[in-house]
C-alpha cells in the first residue's frame, strides 16, 4: 500500500478549507451547514502563520510550511490542523515528520481514532514494524462487531512490504491476544496469524493457527482458505482441517473449484473430477468447472462425457462477442474447440473434427490448431501432407523451431513410424546434448523398438544430468519390471520417482507391478487399487486385472479389464494382458 499516495489528493482542499475556517474565526458569517474547523484560539497571528505556511507549500518550501502548520496545531490542538501537518509531511515525503505531527495529534486527542489510524498507517509504511503493537491494539479495541471483524480479516494486506515478516507475524499476533479465545473475532485473528506466518514461510506455525481457528468455527470459511493454501505432500495435515470444512461447513462452489486445483496440482485426477462434479451440480454457470472437468473426461477417453462437459462451456459464452484482445475466455474457448475436435477424431468423424478447427479463429491458438489438422491428415494416411502441414508452421527462434519438431515427432509416435522418429530425436539430441527432455523421449522411442541398452543408456543419462527427473526413474524402474529382471533395482528406481512425485498415480501403477513380480500380490492389489481409483486408465487397468486373476479373484479381473476397454479399448498393454491370458467375455 502506498499510504502517501492514498492521501495526496486530499491536499488539494486543505488551504480553502483552512482560510475559511480562518475568516469564520475572525467574525465572518460561515458556509451554512459547516462546522468552523478551528478552535476560538486562533487569532489574527495565527491566521496569517497560516497563511504564510500554505504559501510555502506551494511556493516549493513543504518543511517550512510544515513547522508552522504544526506550531499552529499545538497551540490551537485543533485536529483538523494537525493532520494538515500531517499530510504536508507526507507530501514531501518526509515519514519522520509525518510520525512527529501524528503522535503530537495522538497526544492532544487520546481518543482520536483519526490519529491513532494515521500513526499506525505512517509506522507501517516506514516499516517501523515493532512499535506498531501499541496503535494497532488501540486501533482493534476502538472497532466493535463486524468491524472489528473486519478490520482484523483485512490485516495482512497492510503488510505486503514489510520486510520483516516473521517480525510482522510475531507483532500482530501480540496485538491480536486478546481475541483469541472466541469466535467470531478469534477466527479471524486465527486466520490472519495463519497468513502472516505463511508469508513468513513458516508453514507449519501457519497450519496451527488454521487449526486453532477451525476449533473456534468449524464452519468458518477463513481457516479452510487458509489451509487450502497449505495444502502440499509435506503438511498433509492441512487436507485435513479442508475435508471438515467440507462435511461441516457451507463451502461455496468457488472453494470447491480451488481444492480441485490443488488435487490436480498432486495429480489426484479422481477426487478432483468428483469435486468437480458437485461443482457443475450447484453452480452450472461457472464455466471454468465444465472447462476442467471435459479436460479430465477427455484425459480417461470418456468422450462422451467430455463432449457434453466442453459443450455447455461453450454454451456459456455469447455466440458473437464484439472484438477484444485475448483474455482467459478466449483461451478457454480454443482448448475446449481443439478438444472437441480430438473426440471427433477419435470417431473418425473428421468433417466434424474439421468445422471445430474451424471456429479458432485466433492467431496465437493457430499453431495447435495445425497441430491437430496434421493429426486429422495422418489417421486419413496422409502422412506426408501431415508432416509438410507441420513443416510450414512458422519457426522463426529456437522455440518455435522446437515446437515444430516435437510436434512432427509427437505424430510420428502417434502413427507408430517409431524409427522415423527415433532419427529425428537422434538428430535433434546431436544438436543440443543437453535438452533433457528430448533424450528421455528418444529414451521411450528407442523401447517401442526393443533397443533396451539405448533406452537404459539415455535414462541414465537423463538422471545424472537432472536427479530429480522423476519420469526417467520410472521408466527404467517400469521397464526392469515389464522385462522382469533386476526387480531389487526397478524397485528402487520407482521409490526414488516417487519421492519426487508422491501423489502420480502412474508412477504407483509402476511400484504395484514391479511388487507383483516380486510375488508381493496384497500389496500389490491395495497399491493398483489406490492407483486405479486416483486415475481411472487403461493400462492401470490391465495390471490390477492381472493381479486379481492370478489371485484367482477372476470376475473381479473381468469387470476391471472390462471397464479399462472403456476407457481405451486400443492400450497395448490391455490388449497384450489379455491375449496372453486368453481372456473371453
Same mark, same amino acid.
Given at each position: 500500500?502506498?499510504?502517501?499516495?492514498?492521501?495526496?489528493?486530499?491536499?488539494?482542499?486543505v488551504a480553502p478549507?483552512f482560510?475559511?475556517?480562518?475568516l469564520?474565526?475572525?467574525?465572518?458569517? &460561515?458556509?451554512k451547514?459547516?462546522?468552523?474547523?478551528l478552535?476560538?484560539?486562533?487569532?489574527?497571528?495565527?491566521?496569517?502563520?497560516?497563511?504564510?505556511?500554505?504559501?510555502?507549500?506551494?511556493?516549493?518550501?513543504?518543511?517550512a510550511?510544515?513547522?508552522?502548520?504544526?506550531?499552529?496545531a499545538?497551540?490551537?490542538?485543533?485536529?483538523?490542523?494537525?493532520?494538515?501537518?500531517?499530510?504536508?509531511?507526507m507530501?514531501?515525503?518526509?515519514?519522520?515528520s509525518?510520525?512527529?505531527?501524528?503522535?503530537?495529534?495522538?497526544?492532544? @486527542? *487520546?481518543?482520536?481514532r483519526?490519529?491513532?489510524?494515521?500513526?499506525?498507517?505512517?509506522l507501517?509504511?516506514?516499516n %517501523?514494524?515493532?512499535?506498531?503493537?501499541?496503535?494497532?491494539?488501540?486501533?482493534?479495541?476502538?472497532?466493535?462487531?463486524?468491524?472489528?471483524?473486519?478490520?482484523?480479516?483485512?490485516? &495482512?494486506?497492510?503488510?505486503g512490504?514489510?520486510?520483516?515478516?516473521?517480525?510482522?507475524?510475531?507483532v500482530?499476533e501480540?496485538?491480536?491476544?486478546?481475541?483469541?479465545?472466541?469466535?467470531?473475532?478469534?477466527v479471524?485473528?486465527?486466520?490472519?496469524?495463519?497468513?502472516?506466518?505463511?508469508?513468513?514461510d513458516?508453514?507449519?506455525?501457519?497450519?496451527?493457527?488454521a487449526?486453532s481457528?477451525?476449533?473456534?468455527? *468449524?464452519?468458518a470459511d477463513g481457516?479452510?482458505?487458509?489451509a487450502?493454501? =497449505?495444502?502440499?505432500p509435506?503438511?498433509?495435515?492441512?487436507?485435513?482441517?479442508?475435508?471438515?470444512?467440507l462435511?461441516?461447513?457451507?463451502p461455496?462452489?468457488?472453494?470447491?473449484?480451488a +481444492?480441485?486445483?490443488?488435487?490436480?496440482?498432486?495429480?489426484?485426477y479422481?477426487?478432483?473430477?468428483?469435486?468437480?462434479?458437485?461443482?457443475?451440480?450447484?453452480?452450472?454457470e461457472?464455466?471454468?468447472?465444465w472447462?476442467i472437468?471435459?479436460?479430465?473426461e477427455?484425459?480417461?477417453?470418456?468422450?462422451?462425457?467430455?463432449e457434453?462437459?466442453?459443450?455447455?462451456?461453450?454454451?456459456?459464452?455469447?455466440?458473437?462477442?464484439p472484438a477484444? &484482445?485475448a483474455?482467459?475466455?478466449?483461451?478457454g474457448?480454443?482448448?475446449?474447440?481443439?478438444?472437441?475436435?480430438?473426440?471427433?477424431?477419435?470417431?473418425?468423424?473428421f468433417?466434424?473434427?474439421?468445422?471445430w478447427?474451424?471456429?479458432?479463429?485466433?492467431?496465437?491458438?493457430? &499453431?495447435?490448431?495445425q497441430i491437430?489438422?496434421?493429426?486429422?491428415?495422418?489417421?486419413?494416411?496422409?502422412?506426408?501432407?501431415a508432416?509438410?502441414l =507441420?513443416?510450414?508452421?512458422?519457426?522463426?527462434s529456437?522455440?518455435?523451431?522446437?515446437? %515444430?519438431m516435437?510436434?512432427?515427432i509427437?505424430?510420428?509416435r502417434?502413427?507408430?513410424?517409431?524409427?522415423?522418429?527415433?532419427e529425428? =530425436?537422434?538428430e535433434?539430441?546431436?544438436?543440443?546434448?543437453?535438452? =533433457?527432455d528430448?533424450?528421455?523421449?528418444m529414451a521411450?522411442?528407442a523401447?517401442?523398438l526393443?533397443r533396451?541398452?539405448?533406452?537404459?543408456?539415455?535414462?541414465r543419462?537423463v538422471?545424472?544430468g537432472?536427479p530429480? +527427473? @522423476?519420469h526417467a526413474?520410472?521408466?527404467?524402474?517400469?521397464?526392469?519390471?515389464?522385462?522382469?529382471?533386476?526387480? *531389487?533395482?526397478?524397485?528402487?528406481?520407482?521409490?526414488?520417482?516417487?519421492?519426487y512425485? *508422491?501423489?502420480?498415480?502412474?508412477?504407483?501403477?509402476?511400484?504395484?507391478?514391479v511388487?507383483?513380480?516380486?510375488?508381493?500380490?496384497p500389496?500389490?492389489?491395495?497399491?493398483?487399487?489406490?492407483?486405479?481409483?486416483?486415475?481411472p486408465d487403461?493400462e492401470i487397468?490391465a @495390471?490390477?486385472?492381472?493381479?486379481?486373476?492370478?489371485?484367482?479373484?477372476?470376475?473381479?479381473?473381468?469387470?476391471?479389464?472390462?471397464?479399462?476397454?472403456?476407457?481405451?479399448?486400443?492400450?497395448?498393454?490391455?490388449l497384450e494382458?489379455?491375449?496372453?491370458?486368453r481372456?473371453r467375455?
Amino acid at each position: 500500500m502506498d499510504y502517501y499516495d492514498s492521501m495526496l489528493p486530499m491536499t488539494r482542499l486543505v488551504a480553502p478549507i483552512f482560510l475559511a475556517a480562518a475568516l469564520s474565526a475572525n467574525g465572518q458569517t &460561515p458556509i451554512k451547514g459547516q462546522e468552523p474547523a478551528l478552535a476560538s484560539a486562533l487569532n489574527s497571528e495565527l491566521f496569517y502563520q497560516l497563511l504564510i505556511a500554505e504559501l510555502q507549500v506551494g511556493g516549493g518550501e513543504p518543511g517550512a510550511g510544515f513547522s508552522l502548520v504544526l506550531d499552529a496545531a499545538n497551540k490551537t490542538r485543533d485536529a483538523k490542523l494537525y493532520q494538515r501537518a500531517v499530510e504536508i509531511a507526507m507530501q514531501a515525503r518526509s515519514g519522520d515528520s509525518a510520525l512527529t505531527a501524528a503522535r503530537a495529534w495522538k497526544q492532544a @486527542h *487520546p481518543t482520536s481514532r483519526e490519529a491513532n489510524r494515521y500513526t499506525l498507517q505512517i509506522l507501517i509504511n516506514m516499516n %517501523r514494524i515493532g512499535e506498531i503493537s501499541e496503535p494497532l491494539k488501540r486501533e482493534i479495541a476502538m472497532m466493535e462487531g463486524k468491524d472489528r471483524v473486519g478490520i482484523v480479516t483485512a490485516l &495482512p494486506r497492510y503488510f505486503g512490504r514489510a520486510s520483516n515478516k516473521a517480525l510482522v507475524a510475531s507483532v500482530v499476533e501480540q496485538s491480536l491476544s486478546d481475541y483469541l479465545g472466541s469466535a467470531p473475532v478469534g477466527v479471524a485473528a486465527w486466520t490472519t496469524i495463519g497468513r502472516l506466518r505463511l508469508e513468513a514461510d513458516n508453514a507449519t506455525g501457519a497450519l496451527e493457527a488454521a487449526r486453532s481457528a477451525q476449533a473456534l468455527d *468449524p464452519k468458518a470459511d477463513g481457516p479452510a482458505l487458509l489451509a487450502l493454501a =497449505l495444502i502440499s505432500p509435506k503438511l498433509p495435515q492441512a487436507e485435513v482441517l479442508v475435508r471438515k470444512y467440507l462435511a461441516e461447513g457451507k463451502p461455496q462452489a468457488e472453494f470447491r473449484m480451488a +481444492y480441485a486445483q490443488a488435487l490436480l496440482g498432486a495429480q489426484r485426477y479422481g477426487e478432483a473430477s468428483a469435486q468437480l462434479q458437485i461443482v457443475t451440480a450447484e453452480k452450472p454457470e461457472l464455466a471454468q468447472a465444465w472447462l476442467i472437468q471435459g479436460t479430465l473426461e477427455l484425459q480417461d477417453a470418456k468422450f462422451d462425457a467430455a463432449e457434453k462437459s466442453f459443450r455447455t462451456y461453450l454454451s456459456l459464452f455469447p455466440s458473437t462477442a464484439p472484438a477484444k &484482445p485475448a483474455d482467459d475466455s478466449d483461451r478457454g474457448m480454443a482448448q475446449a474447440l481443439l478438444s472437441l475436435a480430438q473426440i471427433a477424431e477419435q470417431r473418425r468423424d473428421f468433417l466434424l473434427a474439421q468445422s471445430w478447427l474451424d471456429r479458432i479463429v485466433s492467431p496465437d491458438d493457430q &499453431p495447435n490448431v495445425q497441430i491437430r489438422r496434421a493429426s486429422l491428415l495422418a489417421r486419413q494416411g496422409k502422412l506426408d501432407q501431415a508432416r509438410k502441414l =507441420l513443416r510450414d508452421l512458422p519457426a522463426s527462434s529456437p522455440a518455435q523451431q522446437r515446437f %515444430r519438431m516435437v510436434a512432427e515427432i509427437q505424430l510420428l509416435r502417434d502413427q507408430k513410424h517409431y524409427f522415423a522418429a527415433f532419427e529425428m =530425436l537422434a538428430e535433434a539430441t546431436k544438436r543440443d546434448p543437453s535438452d =533433457l527432455d528430448l533424450a528421455y523421449d528418444m529414451a521411450m522411442v528407442a523401447e517401442k523398438l526393443g533397443r533396451m541398452d539405448e533406452m537404459e543408456r539415455l535414462l541414465r543419462a537423463v538422471i545424472a544430468g537432472r536427479p530429480d +527427473y @522423476h519420469h526417467a526413474y520410472n521408466a527404467l524402474g517400469y521397464s526392469l519390471a515389464e522385462r522382469n529382471v533386476r526387480l *531389487p533395482e526397478a524397485r528402487q528406481l520407482i521409490l526414488k520417482a516417487l519421492e519426487y512425485a *508422491p501423489d502420480d498415480p502412474l508412477i504407483s501403477d509402476s511400484l504395484g507391478w514391479v511388487e507383483f513380480r516380486l510375488g508381493n500380490l496384497p500389496e500389490a492389489a491395495r497399491i493398483l487399487q489406490a492407483a486405479f481409483k486416483a486415475k481411472p486408465d487403461a493400462e492401470i487397468a490391465a @495390471h490390477l486385472g492381472e493381479v486379481m486373476w492370478v489371485m484367482g479373484r477372476r470376475d473381479q479381473a473381468t469387470a476391471i479389464w472390462k471397464e479399462g476397454k472403456l476407457l481405451g479399448a486400443d492400450n497395448e498393454t490391455l490388449l497384450e494382458t489379455l491375449k496372453r491370458l486368453r481372456v473371453r467375455w
